[in-house]
């Protein structure tokens, strides 16, 4: 297996990741749920001669998202790589303190980030214990081990998919596959957001390769800018 589906690619992360491991020559199945977007994605990385497909679906949609990782399967003969980054850089009308949260924003959090990522791996992890080898790496912000009162719901959501995670990793050591988690203490290409520093994509994907070659079973990384 050569290719590695990207689970909420966008314009920032997802295109840098993208663009690393396409450069290395795998194959690149990007997943959202913008047709538009994923089309637009597709055709920049054609231009830099990377081999990219669109399977639009949204992690909302179990059943669509199963069928987005097995279309991107069949079209690259088995996913190598799974990512799941479903837009880590939240509406500001989407935060809550502890003190304002109410279960349901818990609850819509938990369903994009943790019940998503799940979904996706139980998608392609079978493929990858028949073969013994396989990376997924899941990402969050760094508040899903250092909570800031703000983000308090996602915060809670966020931990939740890096303890599932953390418990994953060590669930498939001694298989072949690599399970991590990925927290990410800045903001990409954007201003500041309660005091965070903020980087380009570029600076952050590299870390995605390191993870899935030189540094294999590895369960967490932070980045900090």
Excluded at 38 to 53: F, P, Q, Y
Aim: glycine share 8%; aromatic share 6%; hydrophobic share 40%.
């Amino acid at each position: 297996m050569t290719s590695i589906a990207i689970v909420g690619a966008g314009p920032q992360m997802g295109l840098a990741i993208a663009r690393t491991f396409g450069s290395k020559g795998l194959d690149v199945a990007l997943i959202s749920r913008n047709r538009d977007k994923l089309d637009g994605l597709v055709d920049t990385l054609a231009a830099e001669g990377i081999t990219a497909a669109a399977f639009p679906a949204d992690v909302l949609d179990r059943d669509a998202l199963t069928q987005a990782l097995k279309g991107a399967s069949a079209r690259f003969g088995g996913i190598d790589v799974l990512e799941y980054s479903p837009n880590n850089e939240p509406d500001a009308t989407s935060l809550t303190t502890p003190v304002n949260t109410d279960p349901s924003h818990i609850q819509q959090e938990l369903e994009f980030q943790l019940y998503g990522a799940v979904a996706a791996t139980k998608a392609v992890l079978p493929a990858m214990r028949e073969v013994g080898t396989g990376t997924l790496l899941f990402t969050t912000g760094a508040r899903s081990a250092n909570p800031q009162p703000p983000t308090a719901n996602i915060n809670a959501a966020g931990a939740a998919l890096r303890n599932w995670a953390i418990n994953l990793h060590k669930e498939l050591d001694g298989t072949g596959i690599q399970a991590a988690h990925i927290g990410i203490d800045a903001m990409i290409g954007t201003p500041t957001f309660y005091g965070q520093s903020w980087v380009e994509a570029d600076q952050i994907s590299p870390l995605y390769w390191e993870l899935h070659t030189t540094h294999r079973y590895q369960a967490e990384r932070i980045f900090r800018a």
